[in-house]
């Protein structure tokens, strides 16, 4: 499975900026890259921290697979 966030700031600047997600239980965290910040990782939550943005856009992806252990048919939602 592959995620991908994708953000832009158009206000005139921000500061202390962090985008996260917590993944799915069902998911298992594989890898991330993102083009802007520091990517920090605890558990199942992905976050990419920026000291400031503006006039930017950013991208992370994710990449994570479906624990074994999830039963076939189950419905995986995921919302950043």
Excluded: F, Q
């Excluded at 994708?6 to 985008?19: A, D, L, P, R, Y």
């Excluded at 939550?45 to 189950?74: F, N, Q, W, Y």
């Amino acid at each position: 499975i592959e995620y991908r966030l994708i953000w832009t700031e158009s206000c005139g600047g921000v500061s202390n900026v962090v985008v996260s997600d917590l993944l799915p239980a069902e998911i298992e965290l594989v890898s991330v890259e993102s083009d802007a910040g520091l990517v920090t990782t605890d558990g199942r939550e992905v976050s990419i921290h920026m000291a400031t943005l503006s006039g930017v856009a950013g991208t992370a992806t994710i990449k994570a697979r479906i624990r074994p252990d999830t039963a076939v048919g189950t419905v995986v939602c995921n919302e950043a």
